[in-house]
Every structure is written in structure tokens, then in C-alpha cells.
């Protein structure tokens, strides 16, 4: 009797690498749509002023990424914490940290376009002033914690090489989320998106590898079985 690879991995198995695989091509799309990523009050009115259309769908989709990227990142976590259980946990938590405090400051970002085409027959300097005033709030303060979000990705590409995943994923992973954190603290786009690219070529590898773990689990647990004529 021979199980299909199929057979061999369940529904949230099978749910959790997609999302992971998913987050970062969204995330780049996102980022491409998006008319600015400067923290500068007067780039961002004039980028929701020419490109508001394009402001909302961006921000939509990087909502949408870090949705996937939770869900990826759990389901790494869980994967990995069979062989390096703290490891797993702190990269796990720091990556759903990471992610929820990113969310918070796009949901007050969420608010700009709004305000700007609520302004629109104000001066730009209008404008501009209060855009600057939300984007010194409490918010703003969080950018550092942001950070956490890679650091937690890190942490579980080194928790992948204990399960049998290539160093060399681990040091792609590593360079990618360093250079998309960079991305965005300095606003430049092609660091970003090169920086999600690098973490999605290192996640495929590393979901292969978590792959076939469990096909090789799978296979030891049914030779009994097989032994006995079953």
C-alpha cells in the first residue's frame, strides 16, 4: 500500500505554505501600486492627490500580504517547532508581532486618502499639515517595532535548517528581510521589492524542505504496516 504525496499532507499543512509562498509576491505588488512609501507629508498628499485610486489598492493588497504572512509565519512556526521549539516560538511571535503592529499603521494610513480628497479644496499646505500631524501620532512611534516582523523571520529561516532546510535558504531569508526593512525605512521601492523576492525564492525552499520531512515521516510510519502485509 502506497500513499500519494497528496494523502500525505493536510488541509492547514497545505494552507499555511501557500500563505507563506503568497505574501511576498502581494506584498510586491502592493508596493509597486503604491504612489509613494516616503514618510514626507507633502510626497504623500501628492501621491493620494495624482494616484488616489492606486494609494487604496496598494494599501489593500499590503493588508491582504500581511494577513498571508500571519498565517505563513504560524505555520512555519509550528513546522519548526518540533526541532527547535524556542527558536520556533520567538521567531514565530516576533513575526505575528511584526506584522499586527504593521497593520496598525496601515490602518492609520487607511485614513489618508480619505482626509486628502476631504481637503481637496484646501490649500495643499492644508493638507499636508494635518497628514503630518497623523503621521507624528502614536503610529509613527511604532516604526522600530515594525522591525520585529523580520527579525522573526529570521529566527525561523535558522529554527528551518534544524528540519533539514539549506543553509542557504536561511542566509537568503536572512539578506531578505534585512534589505525589504531597508526598502521601506528608506523608501525605495526596488530595495523593497528585491527584499520580497529574496524571502520568496528562500520560502520555497524552505516549504520543499518542510515537504519533504513530512513525506519522509510519512513513509517511516507505514513501513510497519507495509512489513506486515497491510
Do not use: Y
Given at each position: 500500500?502506497?500513499?500519494?504525496?497528496?494523502?500525505?499532507?493536510?488541509?492547514p499543512?497545505?494552507?499555511?505554505a501557500?500563505?507563506?509562498?503568497?505574501?511576498?509576491?502581494?506584498?510586491?505588488?502592493?508596493?509597486?501600486?503604491?504612489?509613494?512609501?516616503?514618510?514626507?507629508?507633502?510626497?504623500?498628499?501628492?501621491?493620494?492627490?495624482?494616484?488616489?485610486?492606486?494609494?487604496?489598492?496598494?494599501?489593500?493588497?499590503?493588508?491582504?500580504?500581511?494577513?498571508?504572512?500571519?498565517?505563513?509565519?504560524?505555520?512555519?512556526?509550528?513546522?519548526?517547532?518540533?526541532?527547535?521549539?524556542?527558536?520556533?516560538?520567538a521567531?514565530?511571535?516576533?513575526?505575528?508581532?511584526?506584522?499586527?503592529?504593521?497593520?496598525?499603521?496601515?490602518?492609520?494610513?487607511?485614513?489618508?486618502?480619505?482626509?486628502?480628497?476631504?481637503m481637496?479644496?484646501?490649500?495643499?499646505?492644508s493638507?499636508?499639515?494635518?497628514?503630518?500631524?497623523?503621521?507624528?501620532?502614536?503610529?509613527?512611534?511604532?516604526?522600530?517595532?515594525?522591525?520585529?516582523?523580520d527579525?522573526?523571520?529570521i529566527?525561523?529561516?535558522?529554527?528551518?535548517?534544524?528540519?533539514?532546510?539549506?543553509?542557504?535558504?536561511?542566509?537568503?531569508?536572512?539578506?531578505?528581510?534585512?534589505?525589504e526593512?531597508?526598502?521601506?525605512?528608506?523608501?525605495?521601492?526596488?530595495?523593497?521589492?528585491?527584499?520580497?523576492?529574496?524571502?520568496?525564492?528562500?520560502?520555497?525552499?524552505?516549504?520543499?524542505?518542510?515537504?519533504?520531512?513530512?513525506?519522509?515521516?510519512?513513509?517511516?510510519?507505514?513501513?510497519?504496516a507495509?512489513?506486515?502485509?497491510?
Open positions: 500500500m502506497t500513499l500519494s504525496r497528496s494523502n500525505t499532507r493536510s488541509k499543512q497545505l494552507v499555511g501557500a500563505c507563506l509562498l503568497l505574501s511576498a509576491p502581494v506584498v510586491i505588488a502592493g508596493t509597486l501600486l503604491t504612489p509613494t512609501l516616503s514618510d514626507d507629508a507633502a510626497a504623500q498628499v501628492a501621491g493620494l492627490t495624482a494616484h488616489r485610486g492606486a494609494a487604496v489598492a496598494g494599501l489593500t493588497l499590503t493588508s491582504v500580504a500581511l494577513l498571508l504572512q500571519v498565517v505563513g509565519i504560524i505555520w512555519l512556526a509550528l513546522t519548526a517547532a518540533r526541532n527547535s521549539p524556542k527558536l520556533a516560538l521567531g514565530g511571535a516576533f513575526g505575528v508581532a511584526g506584522a499586527f503592529i504593521v497593520m496598525f499603521e496601515n490602518g492609520i494610513q487607511a485614513s489618508l486618502p480619505s482626509v486628502v480628497s476631504a481637496s479644496g484646501s490649500s495643499a499646505s493638507a499636508t499639515s494635518v497628514v503630518d500631524r497623523i503621521g507624528s501620532s502614536t503610529a509613527a512611534a511604532l516604526d522600530p517595532l515594525s522591525l520585529l516582523g527579525l522573526g523571520l529566527l525561523l529561516g535558522v529554527a528551518a535548517i534544524r528540519f533539514g532546510a539549506p543553509r542557504a535558504a536561511a542566509v537568503v531569508l536572512t539578506v531578505g528581510a534585512i534589505a526593512g531597508a526598502g521601506f525605512g528608506s523608501a525605495m521601492k526596488a530595495l523593497v521589492v528585491v527584499g520580497f523576492a529574496l524571502v520568496f525564492l528562500a520560502a520555497a525552499v524552505i516549504v520543499r524542505a518542510a515537504f519533504a520531512r513530512s513525506d519522509a515521516r510519512t513513509a517511516t510510519a507505514t513501513q510497519p507495509q512489513a506486515i502485509g497491510v
